[in-house]
C-alpha cells in the first residue's frame, strides 16, 4: 500500500501569511494527488486536483504543485476562512489520505 | 441542487452488522463511481472502498482494513449507493461519508454527503 506523510501536522499562522503543507508518497505516484479542506463537524471538500489544477469555485490564493513523490499546497495569503484541516489524498494505486495538516490561528 | 444523502447508521454491538445507504440526486449517478470514506471520531480520513459504474463493469476496490468484511453496491434505478458492513469491530466507529468521482485515474471526490455515524459497542 501507498502511504502519504503530511507535515508538519499542525502549523499556527496569521491571516494574510503564505502557508505551504508539504505531502510525501511512499513511492512515486506521478500526479495522482489531490487535496481537501476540512472544517470541524464538517464534510471534506476538495481543493486541488492532479497535484496542480485548482477545482471550480476554489479561491485562486489555492495552489498546488509537484510530481513522484514530493507535493506541497500552498496558501497565499491566509484568510479567516482558511483556518481547517487540509489533507492530501493519492489514487494512483487504490486510495490514501494522509494524517492531516491543521492550520490553526497564531 | 447536487447532494447526496447518506443514511442508516446508528449503534451495533461487535459482530454486527449494518447497511448504509447514500441516496444521489443533481448529477448523472450512473456515470460516476462512488466511494465510502470514514473518519473516527477526532483522527483523519480513511478511504474505505469505491464501486465503479456500469460501463466500467461495476468494478469495487476495499481497503486492507475492512476487505472481506465490507461490500459496496449500487443500484442506478434508484441513485443509491450501499455499504454492506458485516463483522463490525469497535475500531470500525466512524461517520462514514459517500463521496462521488467521475474521473477514472485520478478519482478526485468532488461531491461528499454529510455523513452518517455508526457506533460499534456493547
Known amino acids: 500500500d501507498i502511504q502519504m506523510t503530511q507535515s508538519p501536522s499542525s502549523l499556527s499562522a496569521s491571516v494574510g501569511d503564505r502557508v505551504t503543507i508539504t505531502c510525501r508518497a511512499s513511492?512515486?505516484?506521478?500526479?495522482?494527488l489531490n487535496w481537501y479542506q476540512q472544517k470541524p463537524g464538517k464534510a471534506p471538500k476538495l481543493l486541488i486536483y492532479?497535484?496542480?489544477s485548482l477545482q471550480s469555485g476554489v479561491p485562486s490564493r489555492f495552489s498546488g504543485s509537484g510530481s513522484g513523490t514530493d507535493f506541497t499546497l500552498t496558501i497565499s495569503s491566509l484568510q479567516p476562512e482558511d483556518f481547517a484541516t487540509y489533507y492530501c489524498?493519492?489514487?494512483?494505486?487504490?486510495?490514501?489520505f494522509g494524517g492531516g495538516t491543521e492550520v490553526e490561528i497564531k | 441542487e447536487v447532494q447526496l444523502v447518506e443514511s442508516g447508521g446508528g449503534l451495533v454491538q461487535p459482530g454486527g452488522s449494518l447497511k448504509l445507504s447514500c441516496v444521489a440526486s443533481?448529477?448523472?449517478?450512473?456515470?460516476?463511481?462512488m466511494h465510502w470514506v470514514r473518519q473516527a471520531a477526532g483522527k483523519g480520513l480513511e478511504w474505505v472502498g469505491r464501486?465503479?459504474?456500469?460501463?466500467?463493469?461495476?468494478?469495487?476496490a476495499y481497503a486492507a482494513s475492512v476487505r472481506g468484511r465490507f461490500n459496496i453496491s449500487r443500484d442506478d434505478s434508484k441513485n443509491t449507493a450501499y455499504l454492506q458492513m458485516n463483522s463490525l469491530k469497535t475500531e470500525d466507529t466512524a461517520v462514514y461519508y459517500c463521496?462521488?468521482?467521475?474521473?477514472?485515474?485520478?478519482?478526485?471526490?468532488?461531491?461528499w454527503g454529510k455523513g452518517t455515524t455508526v457506533t460499534v459497542s456493547s
Open positions: 463521496t462521488r468521482s467521475d474521473h477514472y485515474f485520478y478519482s478526485y471526490m468532488d461531491i
Open positions: 443533481g448529477f448523472i449517478f450512473s456515470g460516476s463511481a
Open positions: 464501486i465503479r459504474s456500469k460501463g466500467n463493469s461495476y468494478a469495487t
Open positions: 513511492q512515486s505516484i506521478s500526479n495522482y
Open positions: 492532479a497535484a496542480s
Open positions: 489524498q493519492q489514487s494512483y494505486s487504490l486510495l490514501t
